[in-house]
């Protein structure tokens, strides 16, 4: 079946990972069964968003339109929303990515207003890393989902190990908020339960590409398509790449 | 090496929020992945409120299967006296480790209220299941800092400080901690490499934290490890037993 990871990154020098070659990440890709991959950045988060933003976009330029990629911005940067505008409309990325305790910023400090705002505009996703307080628990995130009814809001690891309950509790009281179930950061058997609790039209999947050896992305694959060949095809379907396709409008 | 002996140091058994997991269930994982034997322990309803009923129903699973189970005692340190009584009547009982969760059990890792359940621990050396990866509650460091209080203890870093602890506290607070195992459950090889780059492998214990996490995959993770077969018995079986062995009650 077709799969779409929604959460991975290009890697770079923070955590001494070094920058992978776009042909080597295409090469895990393959290995991993993962058809199209939407992309961050590592780097991005710790030094310069707009280098990185740029090296993103070369890297991308070399995987004939299988990597989606995903800017970041300084959320405290008051000219955040044109960096933003920059990458959408000239550069054709199709999202934005925050993390919000890398990047020291709470979702609902009142910059980040400016970055919602302009997502909202450009009817572009915003994908944050999730399940670690005290930036970025679930229902802080969510809470912008409320200020701003038409911003789709992604849980990038719905909840992680120990608030996955907050990540359910989050979508369900806002619709424009989805879940990426991320890899292993959630035990397998609950992200069973997520799925029949929230429904399958609510969830993407992701590996968290970047982090770790290939061995890792291969790992994550092989988990969801453990967990999830006990659903219906058609949820199967939704999770594995429609949902996706939806909230990348592509 | 598909054959080897697999000793699973960290399953839980028993009726929770979720799941409820019986002792049949975990058997047919067992034997369908090949493990010998596993340190069993309550559920949480068992280790929150419920400690003897839970201590008494893992007693019996181990009694009625000696040669698979061994178990976890777990008592909710808020029960004071209560707590230290039903501990060593537990461990006389047959269960021959203890479990701590501060997030299941209300407590952060270095309040007071632990303390004679840590003492306990230190005087008969036994080996200590703690969760860790909770922010506030149960954190690397913390245990580190309990590690240290307690020496002759044994500590198990339950999920290694993950998430997202993993990245950077997790090997430094074993590093400083002698008597601090680590379990292999939800961390990636790399990571796992690294940690038996630092501190060697005879502190690593393979875990399955079935049955939450895929018990298959988990082992197979172990396989791709940098070590050789030595090593990779000794991570599934070797050192679990020497510690199991060294405890004295």
New interface residues.
Partial sequence: MKAIDMHSHLPGKAFNYGRKPTPDFLYTMDKSGIDTAVVFTIDGFFYDPIQSNNLLNEQVKEANGRLIPFCTVDPRNEMAHLEIRRCICELGFKGIKIHPWWQGVSPLDPCMKMVAEEAVRLKVPIIFHDGTPPFSSPLQIAYLAGEYPDLKVILGHGGGMDLWIEAVAAVKRYPNCTICLCGSATPPAILRLMIEELGADKVTIGTDAGFGDDYYVKYRMEQFHDLLKDFPLIDQERMYWQNAVELLNI | MNNQNIFDAHITLGPSQ??DINPDTVLQLMDQNNIEKALISPSDQWMAVDNTIGNRKIAKYVNDWPERFLGYASVNPWYGEKACLELERALGDGLCAIKVNP?RQGFILLEKICAPIFEIANQYKLIVYVVT????LSMPLQLSEIARRYPEAIFIMG?SG???FH?MDFIPSVQQSPNIYVETA?N????LNTVIQTIGLDRVLFSS?A????T??EIE?IR?LNVDALGSRNIFYGNIIQLLNEKKI
């Fill in positions: 979720y799941f997030l990866g909770i922010g506030v999920r993950w998430s997202d990245l939800y990636f090889p790399e990571t934290d049955p939450f996490s895929n298959r995959m993770k791709n």
